[in-house]
């Protein structure tokens, strides 16, 4: 891994929790964002180059509402930085960590990026990512 990209948490409304960010960290998320394709809706705050990624759910079926519903609001995932994310993918399934795709998919903060399933990583969601070339 390269380097501590982002840290994620779920929330039940994004827009108290960026004035709760606000006043915490001293600075306002330098961006929001929505990943339809995750069912998500997201704000990003950079704290000295690691960012924390607020989540909050758009759709029932998203998997931050799943999470909310079962485990509250809170630490959802850690992500870190790979490059390239393919030879990370096969380097880690081969080390016997599942991962919950095939492909990299489209993130927000024009990242690609992958899931490694929780079971394998003492129950904390890791996500690898990898910066997003336009075209790619
Ligand atoms: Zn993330």
Redesign the pocket.
Known sequence: MDKLE?I?IAVKNLEKSNRLFTKLLGKPPYKSEDVPLEGVRTSFFDVGGVKI?L?EAIRADSPIAKFIEKRGEGLH?L?FAVDPIEDKMKELSAEGFHLLSDQPKV??DNKM?VFLHPKATNHVLV?L?TERLIGK
Do not use: T
Request: charged content about 20%.
């Open positions: 982002h994620g990624e989540l995932h992500a993130g927000a990026i996500e990512c």
